[in-house]
């Protein structure tokens, strides 16, 4: 069955750690999509990322960087010199391209709350 | 900029009363999807349309809880004779082409409390 799991629940650093929040996920299909998204205090889920499970290529955007290894079924975020800004709850998720005939609604881990103090 | 709105933010309501939402999309996404948020834990799928047909409806979604989205432009989400365990942050999000790869924006969501 498909499911995202999102091992670490909470993870407090401080000001310019580095951080990597980890993803698993689980799926049948040969054809999926990953993503990561953020939802700040505010509540509005922003979206960050996404890759397709035919491009193993890892992703870098500023800060922020992306290792995605099918080998472990892994999809890690990571983010570098971290800032009080990035203090949210991150999301990972997961989209399916053929099994079931479910085309396009994402599958969501718990979520991992970060809190980066100054 | 109009992203994906969402109206009522909040609702307080009674068990046992009935209340609707109301999602405005990006405009020209044809893809619509609503979720539903409890405390602690990542969204959950609950139906989705595209254009004006609802395609998929999870088993989340029971037969007290009904989406349209007529005319294939604004959606409404209606939960019946509400309970308790409905209390919940309702979600949508919009997305334009018809596949799994495409970016979903969300809204702000409704907060429901069922008192």
């Known amino acids: 069955a498909q499911k995202v799991t999102q091992a670490q629940t909470e993870i407090s650093v401080v000001e310019k750690e580095d951080v990597t929040l980890d993803c698993v996920y689980e799926t049948r299909d040969t054809t999926y999509y990953l993503f990561w998204y953020k939802q700040p205090p505010s509540g509005e889920l922003v979206f960050l990322i996404r890759r397709n499970s035919f491009d193993e290529q890892n992703e870098i955007s500023g800060r922020y960087s992306w290792n995605f290894q099918k080998s472990t079924s892994s999809f890690n975020f990571t983010i570098t010199a971290s800032q009080v800004v990035d203090s949210a709850v991150y999301f990972c998720a997961l989209s399916e391209a053929n099994y079931g005939g479910s085309q396009g609604n994402l599958i969501f881990g718990k979520g991992t709350k970060l809190s980066v103090k100054p | 900029d109009t992203g994906v709105s969402q109206n009522p933010r909040h609702k307080i309501t009674k068990r046992g009363q009935n209340v609707t939402f109301r999602c405005d999309p990006i405009s020209e996404h044809n893809r619509l999807y609503w979720y539903r948020q409890t405390l602690g834990q990542g969204p959950e799928f609950l139906t989705y349309?595209?254009?004006?047909?609802?395609?998929?409806k999870s088993r989340l979604l029971s037969d007290r809880f009904s989406a349209e989205r007529p005319k294939g432009s604004f959606s409404t989400l209606e939960i019946q004779r509400t309970e308790q365990g409905d209390s919940a942050m309702y979600l949508c999000?919009?997305?334009?082409?018809?596949?799994?790869?495409?970016?979903?924006?969300f809204g702000p969501g409704t907060r429901l409390t069922v008192l």
């Open positions: 349309f595209q254009n004006e047909a609802q395609l998929e």
């Open positions: 999000a919009s997305s334009s082409g018809g596949g799994p790869y495409n970016e979903q924006f």
